[in-house]
């Protein structure tokens, strides 16, 4: 069975410029969450998706941040204008039972 | 809001010796999910509780779920460098099953 895929693996940016990532989840998993993990830290959920709708973004920085799910499969996570303080990883995990994440390798962002 | 505590939040020890690291909460959980992340790769999931009192054993890691289900401790004999990671705990609350971790315990396994 194929994992989460995201893409990049590693994105370096100006600040103020824009980035997008994307998702695939694993086939058949209905839930799909967007985390920032800072070095050292835990993952910190930005949004969370139960098929195509969202569920939970009371983390997710509105001004700058906005993702989407269409057609409940694929997800794309964007930041726009980035600052400094968004360099980070970001996680793209799915769940079939809302209980147990798989995750994907990530993306490392770098604001410089 | 982190509603997971883990302790400790580093941890160095020598290759052969046993440790615990802990994950709390003032409040109850239905399940609990331990995961093991390595430099530069997603967490991995190692195992889900469920049961107050429950206990787990993954080959040399051993997992328990406090009675209470608001505690949960992950324990690891003759650490080997491969348990070299960051060990999160994790939980899914809420109506929404919002799906939360605690900061980690970053594990160092030295030859």
């Known amino acids: 069975e194929a994992g989460v895929a995201q893409s990049p693996r590693y994105k370096i940016i100006e600040k103020r410029q824009s980035v997008a990532f994307w998702c695939n989840p694993i086939s058949g998993h209905a839930t799909l969450y967007w985390y920032q993990q800072i070095l050292g830290q835990g993952p910190k959920l930005l949004i969370q998706?139960?098929?195509?709708?969202?569920?939970?973004d009371s983390q997710l920085p509105k001004d700058r941040f906005s993702a989407e799910r269409l057609k409940g499969v694929d997800s794309t996570l964007k930041i726009q204008p980035a600052k400094l303080e968004d360099s980070a990883v970001y996680l793209c995990?799915?769940?079939?039972?809302?209980?147990?994440?798989?995750f994907g390798q990530g993306t490392r962002l770098t604001v410089v | 809001t982190q509603l997971l505590e883990q302790s400790p939040q580093f941890l160095s020890i020598q290759e052969g010796e046993n440790l615990t690291v802990y994950c709390n909460s003032s409040s109850v959980f239905s399940s609990l999910q331990w995961y093991r992340q390595e430099p530069g790769e997603g967490p991995v999931l190692l195992v889900t509780v469920v049961t107050g009192g429950e206990v787990k054993k993954l080959k040399r890691l051993t997992f328990q779920f406090g009675d209470a289900r608001k505690d949960s401790s992950l324990h690891i004999t003759a650490a080997q460098p491969g348990d070299t990671g960051l060990y999160l705990c994790?939980?899914?609350?809420?109506?929404?099953?919002?799906?939360?971790f605690g900061k980690g315990t970053l594990l160092t396994v030295n030859p």
């Open positions: 995990a799915s769940s079939l039972d809302r209980q147990e994440a798989f």
């Open positions: 994790g939980r899914s609350g809420g109506s929404n099953y919002k799906l939360t």
């Open positions: 998706f139960q098929n195509n709708g969202v569920v939970d």
